[in-house]
Structures are given as structure tokens and as C-alpha cells.
């Protein structure tokens, strides 16, 4: 009786008994609390359950490393409007939190400091209030938070000063008060600051202008006060303050001249921000002479003759400057209307209300609403735009978000290969078994105008040569907030990995495969520049060795051709300062602005003369020992003399000639083809 009655027992255990999951609970469990808190009327979230698995792809905006982690939660644009709870905290590993283009309220909770592997905070365009906590200078791995749009006060906390990777700070449309922290110099990383719309006071920090990758420093609609360093200028559009009249500089357009009672010396390069005078300041000498006496001629001007003078001159000067301003805010507006949802474009001298900033944010149009990649997925539904004509070409180039998470593995960081200030690659493998790079855009980098980003598109996927990455297809994914261009894998990896080599290493190119790749780069910039093959011409903008992929068979490859035709204007220009601090930019867009099939020219002259010297940085003795044919000056010495003197000669006069400072006495690809194959037909 014994051991029927303990198997009745173990029938009736096993009967009630409800088997948990066997990965992380306390994840499921905070994802749950995190659910009730941002969604309590189960309106969005209703596929995170206690039943499911965060980790098994039925978890709406989660995605999961490699370690069955939740690393990723994207839910923005989803309509939530509960709280951001503490229990985020509890997901540790997390590294990007997508929570902007809701309706979330109350106050970011401090909890959220714990993330230390988080990367990118997105709460903008939300309804969150009270003071930023100071404990998010706690987040070390932080490079992006963006907090703009929001009913935030109080000042800046000084501690983000302490966020050394952090790259954008987006603080704009706030109600934040107080004098911007000069800890924010500390920020060597930073790439753009966003102050604007707020009411902040005193001094611009003269430390600012020292962080040496900034871009971009939008202080507009505030009450600061001061004398502007001149070491704003270096920003040249990237530097906006309009709207705070207190401000004056020397040569920055949009801000007065400063007078004789602002407070500061005529020399404002030495004139870094001061303390308030206090009853201890030795008093300064009459301000009216220690202006003056810089312009004047001391034997024919005094107080009495020269002030009405100044005062017309002044007079001038202030009205010139407005106009000027005025001139220059309608320029920015109307390219900024053009740019990223992310970008204010509005340059009204009028303080916006955060309502009114939100407002403007949710009218922006996302290219993405018509293209959600997802079972049953119509692309261009109504054909709105005109772009319904591309929807059968199109098709043809269509993944599925399902596709492109189970290639990268849910975006593992195992299979990342690179990041950039506006995409992230990552290595896929497709259910065909093929290897693909997939390159991820977030929005907010790409083309606002739906009809502007189908066409580039169109283009990306037309363009089909030997030495161009091919690209196999794209997706869409407004859940996501992101496009993913899917290109073939290039085994070999970038042409930059095999400069700058050790004496001795395994990966330093041969003769035959230098003269190759150049050869091939050359090849895919003549199908650029050509028209045809019912194709227009293409000018790549921003061809560099980290622009070259090597295929199997160490072909070289062309990557991002056309890729500008999809992103904003300031992604673009951001690239450009990059490829101009690396040396391939063409000398004359400084003065034209404008890019040629001969700005391409000059970079590949470059890339020519660090394929032969082996290294990234060129040197003026390299660039004289191409002239002189003295090899030992340009040729790498891994290479041990196993090289063609001839061969050397002809692609060092390419590269001069290339690089030739006057376009118009570079030559074109065409004639870099016919030349590039004679000398190895010579040899």
C-alpha cells in the first residue's frame, strides 16, 4: 500500500506542478515589470507573457546576445504611455534602450545607472520630467543619451563629464536652467552637443571648443551671456547660438560684435571665462578709452566727437549683423528641414514649449512607416509619392525582419564587425547557407523624404559590377526604427588590415596583388563614373582603404557606392570630416563645396600611394621619393626589394598625378585604366 499510495502522491505532484523556463528569471520577471510599468493597460506589449521566452523571438522590441541575455530592447514609436521603471536595472546586460517617440512620463529613474554595459539611451520625444540624476555619470560605456523633447529641469549634472565615450549628448526642447557644466570638456569623444531651447545662462565654457571630434554645438534659444571664443569659428554651420542676446563674438556671424560694456577685453582669443568681479577686483581702467584707443588715433578723436560717431557705426554694425543672421537662420532652416528626424530645423527666434517640439517631431515622416518588412508586408502599399512603380523591382530585394535577425543572430555582438557614427555591420549567415554583411541605418540617420530614399534604393540595388560589393537586399522595420542593407560577405576583410604591418607578418601583400587592387579599385570607380548601363553617373564621395573590402579571391571591392543617396545631410558631413582628417579629401572642396569625379580621382591616388608604402599615414619624404623614383622612400620594405622597378615607377606618376592639387590637371578614370594596363602589359 505503501508504494501505491507514494506513486498516487507522485502523479497528483506532478499533475499540479507547472515547469518554469530554464533561462534567466529574474530577466523574465524585470521585463514583466517593465511591461506593466511602460504599457499598464496591455494595449502594446501584450507578447511579453509569463510564459514566453524574452530570448525566443515572441518578445515584441527584445533581442538577446549570445549568452541568452537580453541586450537590446527597441519600443519606440509604439504609443506607450506608462513610467520607465527601475527594474530596467535588472537587465544587465543590457546595451541599447530604444524608448523614444512614446508618450512616457514621470521622472527617469536612477536605477537606470546600473546599466553599465549600456550604450545608447533613447527617451527622447517623450513626457518625462523632473532632474537628470546625477548618477548617469556612473555609465562608463555610455555614447549616446538622448533626452531632448522632454519636460526635464533643474541644471546638467556635472558627473556626465565622466562619460568618456560618449558621442552625442542631445538635450534639446527641455526646461533645464543653470550654466552649462565646463566638466562637458571633458567629453573627448563628443561628436554633438545639443543645448538648445532651454534656459540655460552665464558663459559658452571656452572648453568646449578644445574637444577635439566635436561637430556640432547647438546653444540657440537660451540666455547666455558673454564673450563667445573665437575657437567656435573652427565649427564654422556646426556652431549655432542665435537667440541669446547676450552674447557677442568676433567673426561668428550670427553674433553681435561686442561692445564696450560687455564685460571683456577687446582680445577675445586671450579672454577664457572669468569669476564675477568681486569687491576685492582691482578696478578696470575707463572702459570708453581702453576700447577706443585701439581704433583711434589718440592726436584727432576724444569722448566728445567720436561717440556719436561709434554710436552710428555701431548702428550699422548691429543691423548688418541681424540681417546677416537672418540670412544665415532661413540658409539652416531650409537644409535642416531636409535632414534626420533627429535634427531641429526650427530657427524661429521664438522659445518652442516642449509640446510644440514634440508635435514637430511626430509630423516628420519616416521613410520607414510604408516599408515594414514583416509576413503579409505590402512594400509600397498605395503607391504614395509616385514610388509605386518600384514596387516589382523591389520585391526582388526584399528581407523579412525575421531573415535578417536569424542571420546575425539576433544582432549578437559576437558577430559585430564594426560600428561608425551612423551604422553598425554585422556578419550573417543567410538559411542558404550564405555568408552576408549586414549593415544597420537607425532612422534618424537616413533620408526623411520617402520618395528621396525609395530612389536611393533603386539605386543601391542596380548597381552590379565585379569590384562593387554586391548588395543582396534590404529591410525595413518600423518596430525597429532601423534599415538593413544586406551586401555579400568579403572573407578577406577591409584593405586597411593589410597596412601598418609588423616586420615578418603573414598578411603582407605580395607585388601582383598590390598592382591587382589597385587595378580593380580603379575598374569599380570607371563603372561609377560611367552612364551607362541604364545607370547614371555616381561620384562615391568617400573612397578610402576602409572603403575597400577583399573577396576570396582577393578581388578588391568597392563598399557604400550610392550609400549617400540614403542618408541625411549631416550623416554625409560628418563623413567628410572624417575622410578630410584621414587626407582624401580633394583640396578644392574647401572653396567649391561640391564634389567631382575628380575628388574620387584624388582619393584613389591616395589609396595607390598607401597600397605601395604599406601605410596608412603618407609622408612628405614618401610623396618626394615618388617623385624621384627613389624607392627605398616609398615602397614598403616588408616587400624585401621582390618588387617591378618599372611597374613602381608608372603607379607612382599615376598617384602624383592624381593627387595633383588643380582638378582639372588630374586625369580622368578612363585614362587611369589605359594606363594602369599598359604598365602591366609592359612588365
Request: charged share 20%.
Amino acid at each position: 500500500m505503501g508504494f501505491l499510495q507514494f506513486l498516487v502522491s507522485l502523479f497528483l505532484l506532478l499533475g499540479f506542478y507547472t515547469p518554469r523556463p530554464v533561462y534567466g528569471n529574474a530577466e523574465l520577471r524585470a521585463l514583466l515589470e517593465l511591461k506593466s510599468s511602460l504599457d499598464p493597460e496591455n494595449k502594446f506589449l501584450n507578447s511579453w507573457t509569463a510564459e514566453g521566452d524574452p530570448c525566443g523571438g515572441s518578445f515584441e522590441g527584445v533581442a538577446c546576445n549570445e549568452h541568452r541575455k537580453v541586450a537590446n530592447i527597441s519600443l519606440q514609436g509604439k504609443g506607450l504611455s506608462g513610467k520607465v521603471s527601475g527594474a530596467v536595472a535588472e537587465l544587465k546586460c543590457l546595451s541599447g534602450l530604444y524608448l523614444h517617440y512614446n508618450n512616457l512620463s514621470g521622472e527617469i529613474p536612477k536605477e537606470i545607472s546600473n546599466l553599465t554595459e549600456l550604450t545608447d539611451l533613447y527617451l527622447n520625444v517623450n513626457r518625462l520630467s523632473g532632474r537628470i540624476a546625477p548618477e548617469i555619470g556612473n555609465m562608463d560605456s555610455l555614447q549616446v543619451l538622448q533626452l531632448c523633447c522632454n519636460q526635464l529641469k533643474g541644471n546638467v549634472p556635472t558627473q556626465i563629464g565622466s562619460l568618456k565615450r560618449l558621442s552625442v549628448l542631445a538635450l534639446q526642447y527641455n526646461k533645464l536652467q543653470g550654466e552649462i557644466p565646463s566638466s562637458l570638456g571633458n567629453l573627448r569623444m563628443l561628436r554633438r552637443l545639443d543645448l538648445s531651447f532651454n534656459g540655460f545662462s552665464g558663459r559658452i565654457p571656452a572648453k568646449l571648443a578644445d574637444i577635439p571630434q566635436l561637430q556640432v554645438l547647438d546653444v540657440r534659444n537660451n540666455s547666455l551671456t558673454g564673450v563667445v571664443p573665437s575657437a567656435f569659428r573652427k565649427l564654422n554651420e556646426g556652431f549655432q547660438c542665435g537667440n541669446n542676446p547676450g552674447l557677442c563674438g568676433v567673426g561668428i556671424s550670427a553674433l553681435r560684435a561686442c561692445g564696450a560694456f560687455d564685460n571683456d577685453k577687446v582680445n577675445v582669443d586671450q579672454l577664457e571665462p572669468v569669476a564675477p568681479h568681486t569687491q576685492n577686483t582691482a578696478p578696470v581702467a575707463n572702459p570708453e578709452s581702453a576700447n577706443f584707443h585701439a581704433y583711434c588715433n589718440q592726436t584727432h578723436c576724444s569722448k566728445s566727437t567720436r561717440l556719436p560717431q561709434a554710436a552710428v557705426v555701431a548702428g550699422v554694425i548691429t543691423v548688418t549683423v541681424i540681417l546677416t543672421g537672418t540670412i544665415f537662420v532661413i540658409i539652416i532652416w531650409f537644409r535642416r528641414r531636409k535632414q534626420k528626424i533627429g535634427t531641429t530645423s526650427d530657427s524661429s527666434d521664438t522659445q518652442h514649449s516642449t509640446d510644440q517640439a514634440t508635435e514637430f517631431y511626430r509630423k516628420s515622416a519616416s521613410p520607414l512607416v510604408s516599408l515594414e518588412y514583416s509576413s503579409g508586408w505590402d512594400p509600397f502599399a498605395d503607391g504614395r509619392n509616385g514610388i509605386g512603380s518600384a514596387q516589382d523591382y523591389l520585391n526582388h530585394f526584399r528581407f523579412n525582419m525575421e531573415e535578417v535577425e536569424s542571420a546575425t543572430q539576433h544582432f549578437s555582438e559576437v558577430n559585430l564587425l564594426g560600428k561608425s557614427n551612423f551604422s553598425a555591420v554585422y556578419k550573417g549567415v543567410l538559411r542558404d547557407g550564405s555568408l552576408v554583411a549586414i549593415r544597420s541605418i537607425n532612422v534618424t540617420r537616413c533620408k526623411s523624404e520617402e520618395a528621396e530614399f525609395v530612389k536611393g534604393l533603386n539605386l543601391l540595388t542596380s548597381l552590379r559590377h565585379e569590384n562593387l560589393v554586391k548588395l543582396r537586399g534590404f529591410c525595413c522595420s518600423t518596430s525597429r526604427g532601423e534599415c538593413f542593407l544586406v551586401y555579400d560577405f568579403a572573407p578577406n576583410g577591409k584593405l586597411s588590415r593589410y597596412l601598418d604591418l609588423e616586420d615578418g607578418s603573414n598578411q603582407v601583400l605580395d607585388w601582383s596583388k598590390r598592382v591587382s587592387v589597385i587595378t580593380g579599385i580603379a575598374k569599380g570607380i570607371g563603372y561609377l563614373h560611367s552612364s551607362k548601363e541604364n545607370k547614371p553617373a555616381i561620384i562615391h564621395q568617400s573612397i578610402s582603404v576602409e572603403k575597400i573590402v577583399i573577396d576570396q579571391q582577393f578581388n578588391p571591392l568597392i563598399s557604400d557606392a550610392g550609400l549617400p543617396k540614403l542618408l541625411a545631410d549631416d550623416i554625409i558631413f560628418s563623413a567628410l570630416k572624417m575622410s578630410a582628417a584621414m587626407g582624401y579629401l580633394a583640396p578644392e572642396y574647401v572653396t567649391t563645396g561640391r564634389f567631382t569625379e575628380k575628388s574620387d580621382i584624388y582619393a584613389f591616388g591616395v589609396i595607390i600611394l598607401q597600397v605601395l608604402s604599406g601605410k596608412r599615414k603618407l609622408t612628405h619624404s614618401m610623396q618626394l621619393g615618388a617623385e624621384s623614383c627613389r624607392f627605398q622612400d616609398f615602397i614598403d620594405t616588408n616587400l624585401k626589394g621582390k618588387f617591378s622597378e618599372s611597374e613602381a615607377a608608372k603607379l607612382a606618376e599615376v598617384a602624383l598625378m592624381c593627387t595633383h592639387e588643380l582638378p582639372d590637371h588630374r586625369p580622368n578614370i578612363d585614362t587611369i585604366i589605359r594606363e594602369l594596363s599598359s604598365s602591366s602589359d609592359s612588365s
